[in-house]
């Protein structure tokens, strides 16, 4: 199992300099001569010049992408084009608010996702898996935002107990924060525990379906025993990958929640500077992001097959 | 009323008249709009009244019609990038499982790359690139997609050809694209349609998430993302405009998935919890 | 009633939630120590009596009427808990699957000792050394540390055996056995068998066997149900049933059953023009061999077929001749010209002089096409035929194989096994073949209808001259349809020659153990086969 491990551990650092170079390849090759995209048509040559050398561009490209990657792996993610501050003095206190606020969303939204997934298998074809089954179908069709602005009426106009604005800033105290991110917190939690619980369900039920389930019940076991030993044992891997697979899109629905509560989170901060076309910061941002994402995929792997158990007992 | 040779359920009925409406409004929006489209008929958000069911936009457009015309881009845009990507997404998938081999191996390598880096992400930094219109909004949206019709399709060809009678078919010496049409397509549309429903929801939700956060559908044109947007400052206020335009996405996603979710349960079987014990 | 009589299901009652009934009417008495063989083709309702003895239901179906009784307890009237503490504890369950019917998760030995613990029958400690004791009966390998292990690390027989002990582990009265050896291998079969006969014996426990295999019942069985469509066909003691039959039903099955053992075609034909020679073929997947040094020829009008146990390559073997696995040496001739290895360089005519009919007649015909479009298309496909000469020869097909014109309009869901099958041959036929390769073409299909195929396959022969290379692990199969035979064991041919000849001594080792391992219908053929084994 160890080798297992180190090769999936192995296969997300490859995956990892996959994505930077895809990142690289659209950012850097595809769009052409970002020099005179950026000096725009009226540039002289020799001004085009100076900025190409500045900026490194006449070199060739997998020079430029390991320099880039070099820089990037010291904390080093270039120069934003908008107001030339360095990128990583922004980035890194929006990444810890964005973390924050993932973080807030997620440990309210996961064991109650998955408990009551796991409740509503129990209870299928009942009235309240029926209940639940069209309410979280409702809660993932409808967009983030419409959730947000409907917290918001509620809980910051006709009743203000919570602001609809989510400023932080530094030296704010933890009480204060989770108390201003409450409602962003509250919409991600709405939308990813709706996903969860509908994802957690499903594999649930799928493993009250195979016979060894059905072994247990012909055994005269009771149905919690069947349920605590037989199925959500088996159930484990699964459901980490569903927990995963929300994770990872709890910190996409990030981005739209930050920009309804002007939340200032690294997903603001992109959306900021794709508006403005500032390559060098929607790259960070993109970096920062998919390696969030390829990091929660390596470690629902990795405990999958931790509790898996015809890898934990080989031959 | 039946369809595909059932009774569809309350429900679901709510979710085919939810869609059949919204269909209708799409294609016939300019004849139902009471109002030109750029038409400034009354005060910043002014309220609900005889002339204006749904009261004023920002600048005074009447809501009621900008939701009308809007219907008509974020449905149109969604459905050409659906389309698109299964186009894209079917026949590379069932190439990939027909051929196998190298050409898989490659194909799904590609996928697995392009789906390690989240679909918004990816879509932020191409637009971030290349500025936003509605073309590269289209193929952007498309090409990212279909990376998951291609997964699905992929799935479902795998399954199939290692059947018999799609084994029966290459030994009769038949060719690629004759035992796609023929032998694989049609028994894979059943999975199909349930996930163009799906990924229609996601797209649509997607233009309009992109169009809320200002770089999707660019104004001058209305679509019920940026309509959003633009009405956003007014929940300060404690008015609904923003809502309008956010429950009219809401709806239709909602009516959607409610056909698809019947769609997909008339198939499914009881489970093992269901047993008499 | 006798107070010996430990299960008793009166005029059971099962339907599916939308109203099919799949049990209708049965009665079932099983007194203590007896063993009742239930036998029928699928979807007779065998499966569905087993758990129903159970006051058990699968998903989507109900027991909606009859009673059942276990030791003078009626299941249905009685609560959920009380229904619970019958179940594992006086009345348990032996599943076809045992791979599948232990939790992965949790050791061998903890699952047995599972249902005496929560039933408290007896404390954890006496049901560990009665599980070592249940092991050791089953002769299991090293049954004392056997228990440590889990269902992934032990073989398939074994785990059959073990999931024997998990329905031991209370002493129960009344143990269901579903089909307990179907999914064995021929030779692992026999020795499960009598260790479960042994074991049933050895504790004085009442059985009710499930199976369609007449003389696996008869080795076991003290009598014997006939069931067909959820109903009861006929009931007797077991030499009753086997040898004087009372209904044409169960007569029918006997008969087919007999027939199996006796060799139909002792004399391969006079012409031995060979349309198919096999030279020094080896093949296989990646770096690994599948078939080595095949050797073999089959001639114009002969059914040549190919035995061996699961793995034995026999269908890697039809997989080299249609080019689906290309051979790695050697050549493969069709009347005299060689084929390539690879289907994709074999020009259109070869293609059609191989015709292949596959094993599942479920899966090897399109769903979404009609039986017009199945078999008109190598019709048109080889011979470029207008439209209307296609119409006219489907029709001929379809009557050629036994079935009424107007089934063209017809889609596969709306055939029976049998005549999908049917329909399998006719697109093989279709393309006016030289050699048909018969995948297992009878082994998903019931004994009567499988039967009827056969006399089809031999009818057709007899008719169109066309050449068979039928592959079966069916020897009862072989028997009956082959002029010529070869014994294949890893990959190799060990034997060939006129059927006759290999089923009579002198034999190969291995052929002799295959041969042995088949039931046969005669009750005392398990005893005997025991005997010889221990003498040798």
């Known amino acids: 199992m160890p080798r297992l491990i180190a090769t999936r551990a192995a296969l997300g650092v490859l995956t990892l300099l996959a994505v930077s170079a895809v990142i690289f390849i659209c950012t850097q090759i595809l769009p052409g001569d970002v020099a005179s995209a950026v000096l725009g048509q009226q540039a002289t040559p020799e001004s085009l010049q100076v900025f190409r050398q500045e900026l490194g561009l006449d070199k060739p490209a997998y020079i430029r992408y390991f320099s880039w990657l070099f820089g990037v792996l010291h904390g080093d993610f270039g120069i934003a084009l908008t107001n030339q501050r360095n990128i990583i003095e922004e980035l890194w206190p929006r990444f810890l608010n964005t973390l924050f606020l993932a973080s807030y969303a997620a440990v309210l939204a996961v064991p109650l996702g998955v408990g009551l997934g796991i409740l509503s298998a129990l209870r299928e074809g009942k009235f309240s898996d029926r209940f639940s089954n069209i309410v979280t179908l409702i809660a993932i069709s409808v967009p983030e935002f419409f959730v947000g602005y409907i917290l918001i009426i509620l809980f910051a106009i006709d009743f203000p107990w919570f602001p609809s604005l989510a400023t932080v800033f530094e030296g704010m105290g933890v009480g204060e924060r989770l108390y201003v991110a409450t409602l962003p917190a509250l919409t991600l939690v709405l939308v990813v525990t709706a996903h969860m619980l509908r994802m957690t369900r499903s594999s649930v039920l799928s493993i009250m379906s195979t016979p060894y389930v059905e072994m247990a019940f012909l055994k005269g076991l009771t149905r919690s025993r069947v349920i605590g030993r037989h199925a959500l044992p088996n159930a484990a891997g699964p459901i980490i990958s569903v927990v995963a697979l929300d994770l990872a899109y709890l910190v996409v629905g990030v981005v739209v929640v930050e920009n309804v509560f002007v939340y200032p989170g690294v997903g603001q901060y992109m959306v900021d500077a794709v508006s403005k076309r500032d390559v060098p910061v929607v790259q960070a941002c993109g970096l920062v992001f998919a390696a969030v994402f390829v990091g929660l995929n390596t470690i629902a792997d990795i405990l999958s097959i931790i509790v898996n158990p015809r890898l934990r007992h080989p031959r | ?277 | 009633m006798s107070d010996d009589l430990v299960l008793h299901l009166e005029q059971l009652k099962v339907e599916t939630i939308k109203g099919a009934v799949l049990v209708d009417n049965v009665d079932v008495t099983l007194r203590r120590g007896e063993i009742l063989g239930l036998i029928g083709e699928s979807g007779a309702g065998k499966s569905t009596i087993g758990l129903a003895s159970m006051a058990y239901a699968r998903a989507g179906c109900r027991i909606t009427g009859g009673n059942i009784i276990i030791n003078g307890t009626e299941l249905r009237a009685s609560t959920a808990a009380q229904r619970r503490n019958f179940r594992g504890k006086s009345i348990a369950y032996i599943a076809q699957s045992a791979a599948a019917s232990f939790n992965p998760a949790m050791t061998l030995m903890e699952q047995v000792c599972e249902a005496p613990v929560t039933h408290g029958v007896m404390p954890r400690a006496e049901a560990q050394a009665y599980a070592v004791r249940l092991f050791r009966t089953l002769q299991l390998p090293n049954p004392e540390t056997f228990g440590d292990r889990y269902p992934h690390q032990v073989s398939g027989g074994q785990l059959q055996r073990a999931m024997a002990a998990m329905a031991m582990s209370c002493r129960p009265d009344v143990i269901v056995l579903d089909e307990p050896t179907t999914a064995l291998d021929v030779t692992t079969q026999i020795e499960v068998l009598a260790l479960l006969r042994d074991l049933i014996r050895e504790f004085g426990t009442a059985g009710l066997y499930i199976t369609h295999d007449l003389a696996v019942v008869a080795q076991i069985a003290h009598r014997i149900m006939v069931l067909r469509h959820g109903k009861m066909v006929e009931v007797g003691a077991a030499k009753q049933v086997l040898e004087e039959p009372a209904t044409p039903y169960a007569t029918a099955l006997v008969n087919e059953r007999r027939e199996s053992e006796h060799i139909a075609l002792p004399e391969p034909p006079k012409n031995v023009h060979p349309v198919l020679v096999i030279k020094d073929v080896d093949a296989g997947y990646g770096d690994v061999p599948v078939v080595k040094g095949i050797n073999l020829s089959i001639a114009r009008g002969e059914t040549f077929a190919i035995v061996g146990e699961s793995g034995s390559g026999k269908s890697s073997m039809a997989r080299v001749v249609v080019g689906l696995l290309p051979r790695w040496t050697g050549d493969v001739r069709l009347d005299g010209e060689s084929l390539s290895p690879a289907l994709p360089q074999r020009p259109r005519d070869r293609l059609r002089r191989v015709q292949m009919v596959h094993q599942m007649p479920d899966v090897a015909l399109n769903p979404r096409q009609t039986l017009a479009e199945i078999i008109g298309r190598p019709v048109g496909f080889y011979f470029n035929r207008p439209r209307s000469a296609i119409k006219q020869r489907v029709v001929e097909l379809l009557q050629l194989v036994g079935l009424p014109p107007d089934f063209v309009s017809r889609r596969p869901g709306q055939l029976s096994g049998g005549q999908k099958q049917r329909v399998c041959i006719a697109r093989a036929l279709a393309a006016e073949p030289d050699l048909i390769i018969c995948d297992e073409p009878t082994s998903a299909l019931d004994p009567l209808v499988a039967e009827e195929v056969l006399k089809i396959l031999r009818r057709l022969q007899d008719e169109l001259g066309v050449a068979y290379m039928f592959i079966t692990h069916d020897l009862g199969t072989v028997r009956r349809i082959a002029h010529r035979t070869a014994v294949m064991l890893k990959g190799e041919i060990i034997a060939q020659g006129p059927t006759a000849d290999i089923f009579s001594p002198p034999f190969h080792p291995y052929t002799e153990r295959l041969i042995a391992s088949v039931p046969e219908m005669d009750t005392q053929w398990l005893d005997g086969v025991l005997e010889r084994r221990t003498l040798q």
């Not at chain 2, 069932?94 to 051929?99: I, S």
């Not at chain 2, 290459?170 to 690629?176: H, I, K, N």
């Not at chain 2, 349930?194 to 660019?218: H, M, Y």
């Open chain 2, 1 to 277: 009323m039946t369809l595909f040779g059932h009774r569809p359920p309350l429900f679901a009925q709510i979710g085919l008249a939810i869609v059949v409406i919204n269909l209708l409004v799409a294609i016939f929006g300019p004849w139902l709009a009471p109002y030109d489209q750029s038409q400034s008929v009354g005060d910043t958000w002014a309220p609900s009244s005889a002339h204006m069911l749904l009261g004023a936009d920002q600048i005074g457009r009447d809501m009621l019609t900008r939701l009308i015309y809007g219907a008509r881009m974020t449905i149109g845009i969604a459905a050409a990038t659906t389309a698109l990507s299964f186009l894209i997404g079917i026949t590379l998938g069932f190439t990939a499982a027909v051929v196998g081999k190298w050409v898989d191996v490659a194909l799904s390598r590609v996928v697995d790359i392009m789906l390690s880096i989240p679909q918004l992400i990816f879509a932020l930094i191409i637009l971030g690139v290349f500025g936003s219109s509605i073309p590269v909004l289209i193929i952007t949206i498309a090409v990212l997609d279909s990376t998951r019709v291609f997964r699905l399709a992929r799935a479902l060809g795998m399954n199939l050809t290692v059947l018999e009678f799609v084994e029966a078919a290459r030994l009769r010496g038949e060719g690629l694209w004759w035992v796609i049409r023929r032998e694989i397509l049609p028994n894979a549309a059943a999975p199909l349609i349930s996930e163009f429903g799906l990924r229609f929801c996601f797209n649509f939700l997607f233009v309009a998430a992109l169009s809320f956060l200002g770089i999707g559908v660019q104004p001058p044109y209305a679509d019920w993302g940026g309509m959003v947007r633009d009405n956003a400052p007014a929940i300060n206020f404690g008015l609904y405009a923003p809502l309008y335009p956010a429950l009219a996405i809401a709806a239709l996603t909602v009516g959607v998935n409610l056909v698809v979710d019947w769609l997909l349960s008339i198939d499914a079987r009881p489970s093992g919890a269901q047993a008499e014990m």
